[in-house]
């Protein structure tokens, strides 16, 4: 039941994100948005540092000097991942008219939430794997430690549910089927999540590299889509705000629960 909570929490963040559209009355202003997105940035940053690499690494003391090599590795691994999800899936981002990944006759709404969709697998890879961790004994894993990830997950799903149910809502979609969209974009997080776990027994040996291919792939996320976001249009300190404000609670709810 504890594991199944924290596996949980992700998705229930990105649930209430996607609420807010039920009560929205007009649409999102860009600077709202740029904040949103710069602190969802802030925390993917600090969780990736403080609750997966950090802890990678420290699962390799054994190997000296070259305890850096499965976090180095497994991180480069998730950035791989990624770039070949973005290459494969046909998906759209937010605030964006061009379609990436093959090409399809999808709507946009749908690609709006398959772009949301592939990044929100590594998010629950690395719940699954810290959660995995726990259930196998790592000394490196409490169970504080991995209710702080699942936590700071679910913060920074809160701006992001929002957000994607957004531009439904502004097509002309129902406020329900926004909602849902929303909603749903946030599904693939707990089986993502449930799988490593059920896979812990196999998943112990290579338990560091998995925690930093959690990482690369939540970097890549940032990089190539928050970050860019949150800066477009007019120019502005607000997204660079918005990542301080994140990244500083996600440290402090890392390190106070940890």
């Known amino acids: 039941m504890v594991i199944f909570l924290g596996l949980i ?5 990105t649930t209430a994100g996607a609420a807010c559209v039920l009560f929205m009355r007009n649409e999102l202003k860009p600077q709202i948005q740029k904040a949103l997105l710069g602190f969802a940035a802030g925390v993917m940053v600090a969780a ?29 691994l998730g950035i791989a991942f990624l770039l070949i999800l973005d290459q494969v899936i046909p998906h759209m981002h937010i605030g964006s008219d061009e379609t990436e990944g093959p090409r399809c006759s999808l709507k946009k709404s749908t690609m709006l939430v398959l772009a949301v969709t592939i990044h929100n697998i590594p998010e629950g890879i690395s719940s699954g794997a810290v959660f995995a961790g726990l259930i196998t004994g790592n000394t490196n894993v409490t169970l504080a430690g991995a209710f702080s990830l699942a936590i700071g997950i679910a913060i920074q799903n809160l701006p992001e549910g929002f957000i994607v149910s957004l531009p439904i809502r502004s097509e002309g979609g129902s406020r329900g089927r926004a909602f849902l969209h929303g909603m749903f974009s946030g599904v693939v997080e707990p089986i993502a999540g449930g799988i490593t776990v059920l896979l812990a027994s ?7 590299y998995l925690l930093a291919f959690a990482a690369g792939a939540m970097i890549y996320v940032v990089v190539e889509e928050l970050v860019p976001e949150s800066a477009e249009g007019d120019h502005s300190n607000i997204g660079t705000i918005g990542f301080s404000v994140g990244f500083v609670l996600m440290m402090i709810l890392d390190v106070a629960l940890g």
């Open 9 to 13: 929490i992700p998705f229930i963040g």
């Open 48 to 76: 990736s540092v403080w609750s997966l690499l950090i802890p990678a690494m420290e699962m390799s003391d054994h190997m000296g000097k070259f305890a850096f090599v499965p976090a180095a590795i497994g991180f480069l």
């Open 202 to 208: 196999y998943v112990t040996p290579i338990l560091p």
